[in-house]
């Protein structure tokens, strides 16, 4: 498949804490294989921002075909968003879903900005 990718960040002059860096990577990998292999998307945006507390956030939006999502049934999504969300909770943050079908699918991840592991 083929799509562009926008990238923006802000405030990360300085590194974040490698333990965190690993977590967001491997949070921002599985967001991108799921929308290769699901979301027939041709626009990926990718938002990385420390805030001026320290919190950080992120937030990936595509532009596929969405999915039926069920707040309540976050258990019955794949294994990919089980780990999304293990490794979101791991630093005390949350995982925010905004998908319906044909509308693309937004991920908004916020960490607390005391976010050394649980």
């Known amino acids: 498949s083929s799509f562009e990718i926008e990238l ?15 977590a967001l990577y491997m949070i921002f990998q599985e ?9 027939e998307a041709t626009e990926i945006s990718i938002m990385v921002h420390r805030h001026q507390d320290q919190s ?3 937030m990936v939006e595509d532009n596929g075909v969405g999915f039926v999502y069920d ?4 258990t ?8 999304i969300r293990e490794r979101t909770t791991a630093f005390k943050g949350e995982v925010q ?5 044909n509308r693309g699918t937004t991920i908004t ?10």
């Open 71 to 74: 707040p309540a049934g976050f």
């Open 8 to 22: 923006d960040t802000h405030n990360l002059e300085e590194r974040l804490p490698k333990n965190l860096e690993v």
């Open 31 to 39: 967001l991108i294989n799921n929308i290769m292999k699901h979301a």
């Open 109 to 118: 991840i916020s960490i607390p900005p005391n976010y050394s592991r649980k």
């Open 76 to 83: 019955s999504l794949g294994m990919g968003m089980r780990n």
């Open 97 to 101: 879903i905004d998908a319906a079908p």
């Open 56 to 58: 950080v956030s992120l």
